[in-house]
C-alpha cells in the first residue's frame, strides 16, 4: 500500500490550496490529514470516514476553513483549504486506516510521504 501526498507549495495569508492523496491497494475505511509544523508534534487536521456515509471530522483550529473529501473511485483523498493563515505551515501528512478511531497517529495504519504548505504573511 503507498499512500502519494500532492498539492502543498507556498501561497499568501488568505489563498487557498487543494491537496490530494492517491491512495494504491484496497479503499480504506477512515482517510486522514494530519499536519506537522517545524518544532512541534505531528496533530490532527480532519478525517473522513466511509462506514459512517463519508462522516468528517475537523481540528478545532482549521473548522469553517478546511473541507476534506474523498472519490472512493479513484481511491483519493482531498483536502480543500481555504483563508490560509501562517500557522497552518506544516508538512502535511495523508494517513490511511481501518478503524473508526480517527483522532490519533495510531489510528492509522499507511501515511503518505509529507506535502510542504507554506503560508507567508
Known amino acids: 500500500v503507498q499512500l502519494q501526498a500532492s498539492g502543498g507549495g507556498l501561497v499568501q495569508a488568505g489563498g487557498s490550496l487543494r491537496l490530494s492523496c492517491a491512495a494504491s491497494g484496497p479503499t480504506f475505511n477512515t482517510m486522514a490529514w494530519f499536519r506537522q509544523a517545524p518544532g512541534k508534534e505531528r496533530e490532527f487536521v480532519a478525517a473522513i470516514i466511509r462506514l459512517t456515509g463519508d462522516s468528517t471530522f475537523y481540528a478545532d483550529s482549521v473548522k469553517g476553513r478546511f473541507t476534506i473529501s474523498r472519490d472512493n473511485a479513484k481511491n483519493t483523498v482531498y483536502l480543500e483549504m481555504n483563508s490560509l493563515k501562517p500557522d497552518d505551515t506544516a508538512v502535511y501528512y495523508c494517513?490511511?486506516?481501518?478503524?473508526?478511531?480517527?483522532?490519533?497517529?495510531?489510528?492509522?495504519?499507511?501515511w503518505g510521504q509529507g506535502t510542504l504548505v507554506t503560508v507567508s504573511s
Open positions: 494517513a490511511a486506516g481501518r478503524g473508526l478511531a480517527y483522532r490519533r497517529s495510531v489510528d492509522y495504519d499507511y
